[in-house]
């Protein structure tokens, strides 16, 4: 404690300079509730004509927010108590939240462009279980919200080695660099994004545009969709080409966009039992995964991926019960090279043994049912409408046959090896995922059987953990419950904590 | 140096989930079940009836014969399933975990181990009030998804089963 001044059992309150960001917030805050009244108020009443009367109005409710963000900001602290992190807030309506240390599941912070300029950061403490609450604190001493981080790591490291005697460790552990990515870097990581998913996101985008832009353009929307109906219909395929090129180059420039501003400066760093990341350009984020609290690791790679050998990887964190139907941030690290890679999967598995396990595929049958669902049920649907059409039976035929090679593609690819540990699947179509967990962070097991299935002495396993579901399908009867016990079995007798 | 492996080693004899030591579901539950399929039904026939009035006949009858004809097909075929279902759904509470089974057409059992479950309660539907009847939701850290629900339950017998798992909780913690 003595080399910082930053003492956390004391009652805290944020950085004097959140106090323009605390004012920001609620403005903004203020502005969407209200913004149909003010709108209202403004144009409809005479009173507003007056350009006096609006500025003295303007004037008092700056005056009022201010007030409100000085209060705000006067009655907000925080501090360590025990075992407990402890935030009180509010001046009309006091309230008080506490954490338990050991419910916590991650501390990260996050920083958006005012944030930079004030040297400021959002401090987001995420707790696990069900009576979950997100603890968010906007404008933090970025040095604050640092000793933040350590302390609870460190505290939570106490927690596990409580039996060996409390040495004094010295504070500030050494932090290794595991992993940077250069502009040159981003670049071969934006090339190979899913352009597709990428080009989906723009055309769903271009669509909502159009949509505004029709409601605008009421009367002529209907004559311009005519005539560029006509247009593309009269134009030659050559135009076509081009449109198709132009599409795919938006596309990429989007995935080059997006990888820049999220993975800009991006760092992987190592301490002996945590990770940390830093990345973002616009939004910083920096983000502590203690190995402990990673339930599965996900890492894969794509045809573009495989030519530059870059993997990319994602650690799989417990989901909170708020965020768990909003979409979580992926704590994630692009562009690992194998090396990269393979040294993670040390850190958090120990030494390969999964590799001298033979794999065990899903079974044939597996290839009927997806080509089932992807070719068959898609052509049937719509053959009674098209069947007259000598068209549609090539195009048929054809999709028919790209299914086929699609579904076996999914099914080259979809293995798992599992030993009395740990388990790790293999599955992908295009791309190549694979899924690794150890077995003692499984929360619940399913065993499911179609009457197809059973006909073949074939099932399917769910195994869940605190981050999702890892899925087996179509493998062998037995195996499957034998694998099923042996998952009870093993997660009862461990002594082992899942998080 | 001894050549080390390390293959799938999984004991033999370990205990087996057999589908026949479920408990079955009390029975008045199929009613709460059949119910739901009736709501179900005239919510589809109410909007079949909505849309026959609204559209001005130029609908042939065949499309329409067709459509009231794939509504009650449905309906009997969920029935009939949902009748037939019934016997297969059931819990099993072992001594370190408890499991769900159901399903006619596709049978699945989930189990979750005691020593896992973050909290447990008891809800009840208004019908399930009216015929006395509990579910016992069984929360763990996972997904909603594995998440484990025992419907149709008697109120006795789900109040026993949430004090006993409850009491799991607080021994594992």
Redesign the interface.
């Known amino acids: 404690m003595s080399m910082s001044s930053i003492d956390l059992s004391k009652p805290t309150r944020q950085s004097p300079r959140g106090l323009i960001l605390i004012f920001l917030f609620s403005a903004q805050k203020f502005i969407r509730a209200f913004w149909p009244i003010l709108l209202v108020l403004v144009f409809q009443n005479e009173i507003f004509r007056n350009n006096r009367t609006i500025l003295i109005a303007v004037l008092i409710f700056l005056i009022l927010l201010i007030i409100h963000s000085i209060l705000f900001y006067l009655n907000f602290f925080f501090y360590l108590e025990g075992d407990e992190f402890i935030l009180k807030k509010g001046y009309l309506r006091k309230q008080t939240l506490s954490i338990p240390f050991d419910r916590i599941q991650s501390v990260n912070t996050k920083q958006n462009l005012i944030q930079q300029l004030l040297n400021v950061v959002t401090l987001e403490i995420d707790t696990?279980?069900?009576?979950a609450k997100e603890l968010k604190i906007h404008a933090l001493d970025s040095s604050v919200s640092n000793e933040i981080q350590e302390q609870l790591q460190a505290v939570k490291k106490s927690d596990q080695t409580s039996q060996e005697p409390q040495t004094q460790q010295p504070k500030t552990e050494k932090e290794k660099l595991l992993l940077q990515l250069t502009p040159a870097d981003l670049l071969k990581i934006g090339i190979s994004q899913n352009h597709i998913r990428a080009g989906l996101i723009i055309l769903a985008f271009g669509l909502q545009i159009f949509n505004q832009i029709q409601d605008v353009f009421e009367e002529k929307a209907e004559q311009y969709s005519s005539e560029f109906i006509e247009f593309i219909s009269n134009s030659n395929s050559a135009l076509l080409t081009f449109l198709v090129i132009f599409f795919l180059l938006v596309s990429i420039l989007f995935s080059l966009f997006r990888t820049v501003f999220k993975y800009f400066n991006f760092k992987l760093l190592k301490k002996e039992k945590s990770y940390r990341i830093e990345s973002g350009l616009f939004n910083k984020r920096n983000m502590i995964i203690p190995h402990q609290k990673v339930q599965q690791l996900n890492w894969e790679t794509g045809p573009l991926k495989k030519i530059f050998g870059i993997y990319h990887l994602v650690f799989k964190q417990?989901?909170s019960g708020q965020n768990?139907q909003q979409q979580q941030q992926l704590v994630d690290a692009p562009g690992c090279l194998t090396q990269h890679l393979e040294k993670l999967k040390t850190d958090l598995f120990g030494e390969d043994?999964l590799s001298?396990?033979?794999r065990i595929y899903s079974d044939n049958f597996y290839f009927r049912r997806l080509w089932l669902l992807f070719g068959w049920i898609p052509v049937l649907l719509t053959t009674p409408f098209f069947y007259s059409e000598w068209i549609f039976w090539g195009g048929a035929a054809i999709w028919l046959l790209s299914s086929a090679g699609y579904s076996y593609l999914i099914i080259k690819k979809r293995y798992f090896r599992?030993?009395?540990q740990q388990i790790r699947i293999s599955k992908g179509a295009i791309s190549h995922k694979w899924e690794q967990m150890k077995l003692h962070k499984?929360?619940?097991?399913?065993?499911?059987?179609?009457?197809f299935q059973?006909r073949r002495s074939l099932a399917s396993l769910?195994l869940?953990?605190?981050?999702?579901?890892i899925t087996i399908p179509y493998i062998d009867e037995k195996v499957a419950?034998?694998?099923?016990?042996?998952l009870?079995?093993h997660?009862?007798i461990?002594k082992k904590s899942?998080? | 140096m001894e050549n080390f492996?390390?293959?799938?080693?999984?004991?033999d004899n370990?205990?087996?989930?057999e589908p026949e030591t479920f408990t079955g579901l009390n029975r008045k539950y199929l009613i709460v079940l059949f119910v739901r399929i009736l709501i179900v039904f005239l919510f589809l026939a109410g909007g079949f009836a909505v849309f026959m009035i609204l559209s001005e006949q130029n609908i042939p009858q065949s499309i329409l014969f067709s459509i009231a004809a794939a509504i009650l097909l449905i309906i009997i075929f969920v029935s009939v399933v949902t009748r037939l279902g019934f016997p297969r759904k059931g819990y099993l509470v072992r001594e370190?975990?408890v499991s769900f089974q159901r399903g006619l057409?596709?049978?699945?059992?989930?189990?979750?181990?005691?020593?896992?479950i973050?909290?447990v309660e008891v809800s009840q539907g208004v019908l399930a009030k009216m015929l006395g009847l509990s579910s016992v939701n069984i929360?763990?850290?996972?997904?909603?998804?594995?998440d484990?629900s025992i419907p149709g339950i008697t109120e006795n017998e789900a109040q026993k089963l949430k004090s006993f798992l409850s009491g799991k909780i607080s021994e594992h913690e």
Do not use: C
């Open positions: 696990a279980g069900t009576a417990a989901v768990r043994r001298e396990v033979p599992m030993n009395n499984i929360q619940a097991v399913e065993f499911r059987q179609s009457i059973k769910d869940m953990n605190a981050s999702g579901t419950k034998k694998i099923y016990n042996y009870l079995y997660t009862e461990s899942w998080m | 492996s390390n293959s799938v080693l999984i004991p370990l205990p087996e989930i370190k975990d057409i596709t049978y699945k059992v989930t189990s979750v181990p005691l020593n896992r973050q909290h929360y763990t850290a996972g997904g909603t998804s594995s484990l």
